[in-house]
């Protein structure tokens, strides 16, 4: 069993995932907007099946790479680190765009192709698939038991925590657009606090002994 400390750190590292801005975010965010709450819920539904895809992937393949290469996560891990600190950087680079400051405008869609463009813009999601490669096997330990569970335990953590905070951005992103373009101050405010937070992370992540 994965101790309940991993399990918060994760949980934690699964909420900057959806919190910094990415593909998935800025298409639910534009959809909901152009064509309204319903159309970006619709699209939501297809991105969250998409995060299954990357779930079961993982799984399988930390599994086998566990029982293959142990040796390879030393290399995992540092490549986590990166990314994290890439992610803080593009929070803080000068120039850099909220996806609530500007949004594309898109046409309607009907049901099926809202959620058949979530369901790819989340499978082809890079961010996602890094983040699952890179990070997710940091928190994956053979002491605590099978790692096809784990990984999946871990999986429904980052499912849950993403769909969660990806519905309440869809249902509210007018509302939220409107707010910081109101208050311009707290969206430097954000973008400061989150690149601190993954730099700490990544920081964390290389100084992570391999278990």
Known sequence: M????????FAGASLLLVL???????YLIS???????????TSLAGVVLGFF??????SLGVTALFMAVPMAFEALKWAGAAYLLWMAW?????????????????PP?????????????SILNPKVAIFYLSIFPQF??????????????????QITTSFSVNLLITLFAARIAIWFKDNPHWLRAQKWVMGTVLAGLAVRLAMEQRR
């Open 20 to 26: 910094t801005p990415g593909p998935n975010m800025l």
């Open 53 to 58: 895809v990357h779930m079961l992937a993982a």
């Open 2 to 9: 994965i101790p309940v400390h991993d399990l918060l750190v």
């Open 90 to 106: 593009q929070a803080l680079r000068p120039g850099g765009a909220s996806p609530f400051e500007q949004t594309t405008t898109l």
């Open 109 to 121: 869609e009907s049901p099926r192709r809202l959620f058949a463009m979530g369901l790819f813009t």
């Open 140 to 157: 994956v330990s053979a002491e605590h038991g099978p790692v096809f569970w784990q990984s999946v335990t871990l999986g429904m953590v």
């Open 31 to 41: 959809r909901s907007i152009c064509q309204g709450r319903t159309a970006g819920v």
